[in-house]
């Protein structure tokens, strides 16, 4: 499989005025608001010490409470946390601020097609292998061979088959269902970050590679183009398609899971799939800004982050799904399901996004609204 679960491979990009899917889960009432400004959680005096960067929210806070006191208690070495901008603009001030030679973290959290953008502007630092022991410990996916070793899975997450199961029977196994003749049935995704493009590829034409191409994605738009009779909701706001979920307006359609699964919490009627063919997996990933000056630190947290321990941590309280294979982990069925699943999964087509992102958005607008 030529696409691997390191960045040039796949991507949880977000796009332009979307609301986010940390945002949705914000708003599903497990998570305290995000601020406007990054959020800096004083750190206590001591010898060593690191400021750690993560998506805003919930996500900075359950990593404060859970994640950051684990570490500290493993190496001695206190986290400074600190909330991180989402979208471009956090890229931009970023990679100045490094040129500057001084960046506001020492460590930050990033979609793959960040970490391209950051490693095309030479961002990032490179790692020492031998450096991080635990490395070993994640998926093999993870481990993959990479042009630079500047990059460091964190945690994975979903999007799967989301339905309404009083509306859907027999409940679908198959992305495929999305192609019989359901009328106005489906919220689906749209533009460039939709994992409808890759559902297509792979459901039709055996894998995402054929995405690696501008002649490839006219194919998959056009397949993508013979559901609109079906598509009730072409949704770019996270939070429509959770609207619409709630209010019984479709049957289902592409969602996170780790949101579905909040919903299921609060008492909607929804069931989450992991289709036969594999949900699209999306993982985000630790990154050091060259000019950081703490690199013996920054070291034994990523050495860290790969172990059973903290993945764990992450699975129970962030809700996201961890990097590393089950059998050695200790989470119970329901921890682990309400995270990940243990079948087979899709990969994103991280290089095309990156490479063709404007092209897709194109194509894919002009595919719906003709």
Not at 59 to 78: D, L, R, S
Request: charged letters at 20%.
């Amino acid at each position: 499989m030529t696409d691997r679960n390191l960045p040039g491979s796949h991507s949880n990009q977000s796009g332009k005025g979307r609301t986010s899917r940390r945002a949705v889960l914000r708003g599903a009432g497990i998570a305290a608001a995000a601020l406007s400004m990054p959020f800096i959680r004083p750190v206590h005096a001591a010898d060593r010490s690191l400021k750690v960067a993560t998506f805003g929210g919930y996500f900075e806070h359950m990593f404060a409470e859970h994640i950051y006191p684990a570490f500290a208690k493993a190496t001695g070495i206190a986290v400074q946390s600190i909330e991180q901008p989402e979208g471009a603009q956090f890229m931009f001030q970023l990679n100045e601020a490094n040129k500057a030679g001084a960046p506001p973290m020492d460590i930050c959290c990033c979609d793959p097609v960040q970490v391209l953008r950051g490693r095309a502007q030479n961002l990032w630092r490179g790692f020492d292998p031998a450096r991080i022991p635990n490395f070993s410990q994640l998926s093999s996916k993870f481990q993959a061979s990479q042009p630079a070793f500047d990059n460091i899975a964190a945690m994975s997450w979903y999007m799967t088959f989301v339905i309404n199961p009083d509306e859907l029977k027999p409940a679908p196994e198959s992305w495929a269902v999305l192609w019989d003749e359901h009328p106005n049935a489906w919220g689906i995704e749209s533009g460039s970050v939709s994992p409808i493009l890759e559902i297509a590829a792979t459901i039709h034409f055996g894998g995402i590679d054929l995405l690696s191409t501008q002649e490839g994605i006219d194919k998959v738009i056009g397949k993508i183009a013979e559901l609109k009779g079906n598509v009730k909701l072409w949704w770019q706001d996270e939070g429509t398609m959770q609207t619409a979920l709630v209010n019984d307006e479709v049957a289902g359609g592409t969602y996170m899971h780790d949101t579905a699964m909040v919903m299921i919490k609060n008492g909607t009627p929804v069931r989450s799939i992991f289709p036969k063919e594999g949900a699209v997996e999306n993982t985000n990933f630790w990154c050091q800004p060259s000019a950081s000056t703490k690199i013996d630190e920054a070291l034994e947290f990523l050495n860290f982050s790969c172990t059973p321990e903290a993945q764990e941590l992450i699975a129970r309280f962030v809700g996201s799904a961890p990097v590393i294979d089950r059998g050695k982990l200790n989470l119970t069925d329901q921890e682990f399901t309400a995270v990940s699943s243990d079948g087979p999964s899709i990969q994103t087509a991280t290089q095309a996004r990156y490479q063709f992102t404007d092209y897709i958005e194109r194509q894919f607008t002009k595919m719906v609204t003709s």
